[in-house]
């Protein structure tokens, strides 16, 4: 960031008082340029005992299977952003209740955060969108987990099956870290009481 958003001036990078971290400031007309987190939200589509994953069609992890998910625009909620994705990377419509909240993971090392929400497929009328090259419904030794895009869709998918087989959905919130030697870290931190199945 070279210039100021609001005038036009230059920016210089400065820790503005009662701050303190370095921010792109403008001495021009005053202005703090902050950067901060990207929210990715996403859904775990489920039809009974399956869930609804997408081939990815873009970079990074091009090939590679995921949930549908991608960052929030301005203006939406979480689950509306994860709606939204759901419906343009896989084509498929869900239902969604009030404990659809399933995962949230903390990336500070590359200033992320993803949340993912249970969902219910409404039906099996789904179809890959522009960012996927094809779309399917996975059981649990059908899902191709070689092939898994990220450590977070990966670790929400573990979470899901275990959970299916007590019928019991708690919110897990994580934080994962990313190393030096491309190795993965994924660590809980938050577990809610278990949902109950009735």
């Known amino acids: 960031m070279k210039y100021c958003h609001q005038c036009a001036a230059p920016l210089v990078q400065k820790i503005p008082s009662g701050d303190d971290k370095l921010r792109h400031c403008c001495e021009a007309c005053d202005s703090v340029f902050y950067s901060n987190p990207k929210n990715v939200v996403g859904t775990l589509p489920v039809y009974g005992d399956k869930v609804l ?20 625009e301005n203006g939406e909620s979480s689950l509306d952003g994860a709606i939204r994705e759901t419906i343009e990377e896989a084509g498929a419509h869900i239902q969604v209740d009030a404990s659809s909240l399933y995962t949230l993971f903390n990336l500070p090392s590359i200033n992320q955060v993803y949340m993912f929400f249970r969902a219910s497929l409404v039906n099996l009328d789904f179809a890959a969108g522009a960012e996927s090259l094809e779309v399917d419904l996975f059981g649990e030794d059908e899902i191709p987990w070689d092939e898994i895009a990220f450590p977070v869709v990966r670790s929400t998918l573990e979470h899901f099956f ?9 919110v897990r919130m994580f934080n994962v870290q990313h190393h030096e030697d491309m190795s993965v870290t994924t660590t809980l931190i938050s577990l809610s009481a278990e949902t109950d199945p009735s």
């Open 53 to 72: 994953l997408c081939k990815r069609a873009i970079k990074p992890r091009f090939g590679k299977w995921t949930l549908p998910a991608g960052f929030m």
């Open 162 to 170: 275990q959970d299916l087989k007590k019928q019991s959905y708690p």
